[in-house]
């Protein structure tokens, strides 16, 4: 079931891989940044560690060194030279974690250094604001506007919900004191009127009481 995010429920890194249209939001945002490289190489790393012929593999892990690694590539890493000794080394025959240190790496920079500013950024407010409601959503949303007899609108997490519900219980609470609160005002005023009425008659009509003479 797909995850619904707003600015109090913000997407992990894990997320944004599993969500096909956040990872394209964030892979524009990695653009822009001019680091789209680390991002596409860890999907493509990814990607490599669930091959499990070893020519694909192969073929597998010479593209992507010679799109990210080779001098002048098309995506080009600049990494340790450490590191790339080490890849090197799995060149004749690589094995399925023959990405894995450098994949650690680049995780790192994504998530404590690329993340924090992507959550931050117009494109990923936009996203929010712009985003469909997924069918779950939409439901929800159709039952809450028939509920309240308007329109909602807004992300509807659980939190946005009982949030909501709660605002407009208020709402509709305090539209109900203040017109108990004018039914009782003007009873009050009817209530005086009637009372003076009552007692002017009563003056006006009582008969005199004679004095008795001793």
């Given at each position: 079931m797909a995850k619904e995010y707003s600015k109090k429920n913000l997407p992990t890194m894990?997320?944004?891989l599993e969500d096909v249209?956040?990872?394209n939001v964030f892979t524009e945002f990695m653009e822009q940044e001019l680091a789209v490289e680390n991002f596409l190489f860890f999907l493509d790393a990814e990607n490599y560690k669930k091959c499990t012929d070893q020519r694909e593999r192969s073929e597998m892990f010479h593209y992507i060194y010679d799109?990210?690694?080779n001098q002048g590539a098309e995506y080009e890493m600049y990494i340790a030279d450490q590191r790339?000794?080490?890849l090197e080394s799995h060149v004749n025959n690589p094995g399925p974690d023959a990405f894995v240190d450098l994949q650690v790496d680049v995780?790192?920079?994504l998530t404590t250094e690329c993340l924090p500013r992507f959550l931050k950024c117009d494109l990923f407010l936009n996203f929010?604001?712009?985003?469909?409601?997924?069918?779950r959503t939409a439901r929800r949303r159709v039952k809450l506007e028939d509920f309240f007899g308007e329109e909602v609108k807004g992300s509807?997490?659980?939190?946005?919900?009982?949030?909501l519900i709660r605002v407009?219980?208020?709402e509709k609470n305090a539209k109900r004191r203040a017109k108990r609160l004018r039914s009782l005002a003007n009873e009050s005023t009817a209530g005086g009127a009637t009372l003076r009425s009552f007692t002017e008659n009563t003056v006006m009509r009582s008969p005199r009481v004679k004095k008795s003479h001793r």
């Amino acid at each position: 079931m797909a995850k619904e995010y707003s600015k109090k429920n913000l997407p992990t890194m894990r997320d944004i891989l599993e969500d096909v249209m956040l990872r394209n939001v964030f892979t524009e945002f990695m653009e822009q940044e001019l680091a789209v490289e680390n991002f596409l190489f860890f999907l493509d790393a990814e990607n490599y560690k669930k091959c499990t012929d070893q020519r694909e593999r192969s073929e597998m892990f010479h593209y992507i060194y010679d799109r990210y690694l080779n001098q002048g590539a098309e995506y080009e890493m600049y990494i340790a030279d450490q590191r790339k000794k080490d890849l090197e080394s799995h060149v004749n025959n690589p094995g399925p974690d023959a990405f894995v240190d450098l994949q650690v790496d680049v995780w790192v920079v994504l998530t404590t250094e690329c993340l924090p500013r992507f959550l931050k950024c117009d494109l990923f407010l936009n996203f929010l604001d712009n985003k469909p409601d997924s069918p779950r959503t939409a439901r929800r949303r159709v039952k809450l506007e028939d509920f309240f007899g308007e329109e909602v609108k807004g992300s509807l997490t659980k939190v946005e919900v009982v949030k909501l519900i709660r605002v407009k219980a208020y709402e509709k609470n305090a539209k109900r004191r203040a017109k108990r609160l004018r039914s009782l005002a003007n009873e009050s005023t009817a209530g005086g009127a009637t009372l003076r009425s009552f007692t002017e008659n009563t003056v006006m009509r009582s008969p005199r009481v004679k004095k008795s003479h001793r």
